[in-house]
């Protein structure tokens, strides 16, 4: 199952400037392959439902791993018995 999900990474412990954490998953969901938009407040994807849990975990454990002691994710996920695609949402804009 396609679905789309909206991650929002806030780093609340870190010794690093926040915007290069961000960064650092920015970098993480563009080496998943899935398609995504960066957005000024969260980053979206799409991809089969198991790619993108496994990559909101990597995000989690890799962003803790290196340089962050406390953060917080908020995620947003649409899910259907279909498969979903950004460009459904977008093409009456």
């Given at each position: 199952?396609q679905i789309?999900a909206?991650?929002?990474?806030?780093?609340?412990?870190?010794?690093?400037?926040?915007?290069s954490?961000?960064?650092?998953?920015?970098?993480?969901i563009?080496?998943?392959?899935?398609?995504?938009?960066v957005?000024?407040?969260e980053?979206?994807?799409?991809g089969?439902?198991?790619?993108?849990?496994?990559?909101?975990?990597?995000?989690q454990?890799?962003?803790?791993?290196n340089?962050c002691?406390?953060?917080?994710?908020n995620?947003k996920?649409?899910?259907?018995?279909?498969e979903?695609?950004?460009?459904?949402?977008?093409?009456?804009y």
């Amino acid at each position: 199952m396609q679905i789309n999900a909206a991650i929002q990474l806030l780093p609340l412990k870190t010794n690093e400037d926040r915007y290069s954490v961000v960064d650092k998953a920015i970098e993480l969901i563009n080496k998943s392959g899935l398609n995504y938009k960066v957005c000024p407040f969260e980053t979206v994807v799409e991809g089969k439902s198991e790619e993108v849990y496994k990559l909101i975990y990597n995000i989690q454990s890799e962003i803790l791993k290196n340089g962050c002691d406390e953060l917080i994710l908020n995620i947003k996920i649409h899910a259907a018995n279909r498969e979903l695609a950004f460009d459904e949402k977008l093409v009456k804009y």
